[in-house]
């Protein structure tokens, strides 16, 4: 159970880019939670948040490892995983000021593989980590290494029928809506409103409960 509900709602969000600062106003004025996944060594590059500005941008949300510098894990050796991966964490709970224990792997299609997750399993403390690959689906999963969202938040259709669906659940079991995607993809087609209103539709409710990736995970 989480904090004594049957249902949870988590969001995860990939690159630490300025526009993250709009998605927390929203989340903060609908009392969602968030895990946003960081790069450590892009900080301050491009569209990605400076080092200065991260503890007090994503407090109360959760900081989470996405690699130093986004490679993609499945064409890195296995030192240079692990290297990604514990420098970054070691970096980002110097920042956040607590230990950051989870990730997401970075990059589009397929972004990781069996190996990649065994061997961070076995060479790093991360204690769970997000692919891209979503069910559709609420349940829990044993693998949290390999852990699949429930569904992409450009996904529009899907993420409102979901939504729906899950707020007519009366679940015997724990049940969990997780939610993912980058926040600038909003910019795209300027569907912040459309976003607004999914949170309007997910928040607020006494069944559920609210929380960041750690927080429902662990």
Not at 47 to 53: H, T
Not at 67 to 82: F, N, S, Y
Not at 122 to 128: A, G, S
């Amino acid at each position: 159970m989480f904090n004594g509900k049957m249902k949870a709602v988590t969001f995860s969000y990939d690159d630490g880019v300025t526009q993250d600062k709009r998605l927390i106003a929203l989340f903060n004025k609908y009392g969602l939670k968030c895990t946003f996944n960081l790069n450590s060594e892009l900080f301050g590059t491009k569209r990605c948040l400076p080092k200065e500005e991260i503890k007090e941008v994503y407090a109360g949300h959760e900081i989470a490892v996405h690699t130093l510098t986004h490679p993609t894990l499945t064409g890195c050796d296995k030192a240079e995983i692990i290297r990604q991966v514990n420098e970054d964490q070691r970096n980002l709970s110097e920042i956040a000021g607590y230990e950051v224990v989870g990730m997401a792997y970075p990059g589009g299609g397929i972004n990781y593989n069996h190996d990649v997750a065994e061997i961070i399993r076995h060479n790093t403390t991360m204690q769970y980590a997000r692919t891209t690959v979503c069910t559709n689906k609420f349940d829990l999963q044993s693998n949290l290494l390999e852990f699949l969202p429930t569904v992409h938040h450009t996904d529009f259709d899907d993420l409102f029928a979901l939504g729906e669906q899950f707020l007519a659940l009366e679940p015997t079991e724990p049940k969990l809506f997780y939610i993912w995607g980058h926040s600038y993809e909003f910019d795209y087609d300027d569907s912040w409103g459309r976003f607004e209103e999914f949170c309007k539709l997910i928040a607020n409710r006494d069944d559920i409960f609210y929380g960041t990736n750690k927080e429902v995970l662990l």
